[in-house]
Nanobody, 118 residues
Framework: QVQLVESGGGLVQAGGSLRLSCAAS????????MGWYRQAPGKERELVAA???????NYADSVKGRFTISRDNAKNTVYLQMNSLKPEDTAVYYC????????????WGQGTQVTVSS
Protein backbone atom coordinates (compact mmCIF):
# COMPACT_ATOMS: atom_id res chain seq x y z
CA GLN A 1 0.00 0.00 0.00
CA VAL A 2 1.08 3.57 -0.65
CA GLN A 3 1.90 5.79 2.29
CA LEU A 4 2.27 9.57 2.12
CA VAL A 5 4.23 11.42 4.79
CA GLU A 6 3.66 15.17 4.89
CA SER A 7 5.65 17.86 6.64
CA GLY A 8 6.16 21.60 6.64
CA GLY A 9 2.85 22.99 7.82
CA GLY A 10 2.60 25.51 10.60
CA LEU A 11 1.74 29.04 11.61
CA VAL A 12 3.12 31.94 9.62
CA GLN A 13 2.41 35.64 9.33
CA ALA A 14 0.90 37.12 6.21
CA GLY A 15 3.57 37.67 3.60
CA GLY A 16 5.66 34.82 4.89
CA SER A 17 6.59 31.51 3.34
CA LEU A 18 6.26 27.81 4.02
CA ARG A 19 7.48 24.76 2.16
CA LEU A 20 5.40 21.63 2.29
CA SER A 21 6.92 18.24 1.57
CA CYS A 22 5.29 14.92 0.86
CA ALA A 23 7.25 11.71 0.56
CA ALA A 24 5.56 8.70 -0.98
CA SER A 25 6.48 5.12 -0.28
CA UNK A 26 5.19 1.85 -1.61
CA UNK A 27 4.30 0.75 -5.12
CA UNK A 28 3.50 3.95 -6.98
CA UNK A 29 4.71 3.06 -10.46
CA UNK A 30 1.16 3.37 -11.77
CA UNK A 31 0.78 6.91 -10.39
CA UNK A 32 1.98 9.73 -12.62
CA UNK A 33 0.74 12.87 -10.89
CA MET A 34 1.41 14.28 -7.44
CA GLY A 35 -0.03 17.38 -5.90
CA TRP A 36 -1.84 19.22 -3.17
CA TYR A 37 -5.43 19.93 -2.24
CA ARG A 38 -6.58 22.18 0.55
CA GLN A 39 -9.74 22.56 2.55
CA ALA A 40 -10.58 25.62 4.61
CA PRO A 41 -13.20 25.56 7.38
CA GLY A 42 -16.69 25.57 5.92
CA LYS A 43 -15.45 25.32 2.35
CA GLU A 44 -15.10 22.55 -0.19
CA ARG A 45 -11.79 20.94 -0.93
CA GLU A 46 -9.96 22.52 -3.86
CA LEU A 47 -7.00 21.56 -5.98
CA VAL A 48 -4.06 23.83 -5.24
CA ALA A 49 -1.37 22.47 -7.54
CA ALA A 50 -0.45 19.33 -9.42
CA UNK A 51 2.61 18.09 -11.26
CA UNK A 52 2.96 15.15 -13.60
CA UNK A 53 5.88 12.79 -13.76
CA UNK A 54 7.19 14.76 -16.74
CA UNK A 55 6.95 18.07 -14.95
CA UNK A 56 3.78 19.58 -16.36
CA UNK A 57 2.07 21.74 -13.74
CA ASN A 58 -1.38 23.02 -12.94
CA TYR A 59 -2.19 25.72 -10.36
CA ALA A 60 -5.32 27.17 -8.91
CA ASP A 61 -5.78 30.75 -10.07
CA SER A 62 -5.67 31.97 -6.49
CA VAL A 63 -2.09 30.76 -5.98
CA LYS A 64 -0.49 31.41 -9.36
CA GLY A 65 2.64 33.48 -9.01
CA ARG A 66 2.91 32.73 -5.30
CA PHE A 67 3.12 28.94 -5.04
CA THR A 68 5.50 26.62 -6.85
CA ILE A 69 5.12 22.87 -7.04
CA SER A 70 8.06 20.60 -7.76
CA ARG A 71 8.98 16.96 -7.43
CA ASP A 72 12.00 14.78 -6.97
CA ASN A 73 11.24 11.55 -8.76
CA ALA A 74 14.27 9.80 -7.30
CA LYS A 75 12.91 10.46 -3.81
CA ASN A 76 9.23 10.09 -4.73
CA THR A 77 8.71 13.43 -3.07
CA VAL A 78 6.61 16.42 -4.02
CA TYR A 79 7.08 19.92 -2.65
CA LEU A 80 4.92 23.00 -2.47
CA GLN A 81 6.79 26.25 -1.96
CA MET A 82 4.30 28.81 -0.70
CA ASN A 83 5.37 32.45 -0.79
CA SER A 84 3.52 35.68 -0.06
CA LEU A 85 1.04 33.79 2.05
CA LYS A 86 -2.33 35.34 2.74
CA PRO A 87 -4.86 34.66 5.51
CA GLU A 88 -7.16 33.13 2.90
CA ASP A 89 -4.52 30.45 2.33
CA THR A 90 -5.32 29.08 5.77
CA ALA A 91 -6.47 25.49 5.35
CA VAL A 92 -5.58 21.89 5.84
CA TYR A 93 -3.33 20.90 2.96
CA TYR A 94 -3.50 17.34 1.69
CA CYS A 95 -0.88 15.62 -0.39
CA UNK A 96 -2.33 13.42 -3.09
CA UNK A 97 -1.25 10.99 -5.79
CA UNK A 98 -3.36 10.43 -8.86
CA UNK A 99 -3.68 10.93 -12.58
CA UNK A 100 -3.75 13.86 -14.94
CA UNK A 101 -3.31 17.57 -14.41
CA UNK A 102 -6.60 17.68 -12.52
CA UNK A 103 -5.14 15.15 -10.08
CA UNK A 104 -7.69 12.39 -10.12
CA UNK A 105 -6.73 11.25 -6.66
CA UNK A 106 -6.05 7.66 -5.72
CA UNK A 107 -4.10 8.17 -2.49
CA TRP A 108 -4.18 10.83 0.20
CA GLY A 109 -2.00 12.03 3.00
CA GLN A 110 -3.42 12.82 6.42
CA GLY A 111 -3.16 16.56 5.92
CA THR A 112 -1.08 19.30 7.45
CA GLN A 113 -2.44 22.53 8.89
CA VAL A 114 -1.32 25.82 7.40
CA THR A 115 -2.41 28.90 9.32
CA VAL A 116 -1.64 32.40 8.06
CA SER A 117 -2.19 35.23 10.51
CA SER A 118 -2.87 38.81 9.51
Amino acid sequence: QVQLVESGGGLVQAGGSLRLSCAASGSIFSINTMGWYRQAPGKERELVAAITSRGSTNYADSVKGRFTISRDNAKNTVYLQMNSLKPEDTAVYYCSLGKGLLLRSEYWGQGTQVTVSS
